[in-house]
């Protein structure tokens, strides 16, 4: 999932039932990003296509602020549309400020996390003190507090054409810094992509892992493959976690590792196969939906799968390779022997 989804560009974003002959709709990207049904978006059509493109899945989000512990307050910042607090507020988690530069995504935010936002460029040493102000005034000093965000990823992105030094945005994390040293929270989570990894031969990287050492009595950083987490898209990203009060703890294993993904991953017909037939062009937000819903994807999306139960439900799936191996003993070679995995699939995604 990116921001251009709604662009046929190289085909990756065409709708699964051909017939329909489209890209997929913004419900469709909302649902494959796992924002719920019930999370409104506002803006333009640009703006909310960035929000959606540019979030961190809420169900990505949710599994990594587990890992936090106790649950505390949030300050979010280079908020978003609310991806990342979507998900740690299922995890137990108060936001208590999100801060953008995009007036459409805070109206988002605001819409669907906490009205307490900040509206704002982060260079701006006012509007610092302002999130540095409010967070002071909405925290409760008896909870524990983690900041999380993600600077904007396009100087960084191997996609972008801006993939340089020079690029203004990739200093965005010394002002992310200066925040973290002011907010003292017990723990930060910056997100970013992958490319960041590799620009300028890694350079970039430790540069950022080195300032963000500063603010941090330890770093650890991990690269996480959303479809991993039960999240129906292939996207990784970068998880880099500062500890300062907090204790480190090391990320799990997903509940999907890597070959149950590769054989078993949540689909995207599992996410969407509820949602209305529409025409290319057409919205369909406000259509009905075409059916009951059938998978736990579309019972999670409509509220009627609590979180955990979705992802205590994900190990499932690795019943369906076991029962795969009864009967050619490797399960990707079941599917290279050409097995008919949809059926199968279905019937796992289909318990509740
Ligand atoms: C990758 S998105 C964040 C997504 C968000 N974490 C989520 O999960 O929905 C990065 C955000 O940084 C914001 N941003 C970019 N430059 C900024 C600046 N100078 N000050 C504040 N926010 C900025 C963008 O508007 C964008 O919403």
């Known amino acids: ?41 506002h803006g333009s059509k640009t703006a909310i296509a960035n929000q959606i493109g540019n979030a961190v899945p809420p169900i990505l989000a949710y599994q990594l602020a587990q890992y936090f512990g ?50 704002g460029d982060i ?29 904007p990823c396009q100087g960084f992105s191997t996609a972008g054409k801006a993939r340089s030094r020079e690029d203004e945005r990739n200093h965005l994390f010394k002002d992310y810094c200066a925040l973290v040293d002011a907010l003292d929270p017990d723990a930060f989570l910056f997100e970013n992509v992958t490319g960041i990894r ?29 479809d991993q987490y039960g999240v129906p898209q292939r996207r990784k990203r970068v998880i880099i976690v500062g ?16 070959s149950l993904s590769d054989i078993a991953p949540v689909s995207v017909f599992e996410a969407l196969s509820d949602l209305p037939p529409i025409k290319a062009g057409e919205d369909g937000s406000a259509l009905d939906y ?36 009864t009967q050619t003993t490797d399960p990707q070679s079941a599917a290279k022997k050409g097995f008919d995995l949809t059926e199968d699939l279905l019937r796992v995604a289909l318990r509740a």
């Open 1 to 41: 999932m990116n921001t251009y989804f709604t662009r046929p560009g190289n085909g990756c974003h065409l709708h699964y039932d051909f017939s329909q002959l489209r890209t997929i709709s913004y419900r469709e990207a909302a649902r494959l990003q796992s924002f719920p049904d019930s999370f409104h978006f």
């Open 70 to 119: 106790t649950p505390g307050d949030v300050v979010d910042l280079f908020s978003g549309c609310g991806g990342l607090a979507q998900g740690f507020a299922w995890a137990g988690w108060r936001s208590i400020l999100g801060t953008d530069i995009d007036r459409y995504a805070l109206d988002t935010f605001a819409a669907n996390i906490t009205s307490d936002v900040v509206l």
């Open 123 to 151: 260079r701006d040493q006012a509007i610092r003190e302002q999130i540095s102000s409010l967070a002071r005034a909405k925290r409760n000093p008896s909870r524990p507090l983690v900041v999380v965000g993600g600077p």
């Open 198 to 226: 590799t620009m300028e031969k890694g350079a970039v990287f430790r540069e950022i892992l080195e300032a963000l050492g500063t603010v941090a009595n330890e770093v650890r950083w991990w690269e996480v493959a959303a």
């Open 243 to 258: 500890f300062r009060r907090l204790s480190p703890f090391q990320i799990p294993a997903p509940p999907l590792d890597q």
């Open 290 to 325: 075409a059916s009951a819903p059938i998978t736990n994807y579309q019972k999670l999306m409509r509220g009627q799968l609590p979180v955990p139960d979705y992802v205590a439900k994900l190990s499932e799936r690795a019943g369906l390779t076991q029962s795969m191996d």
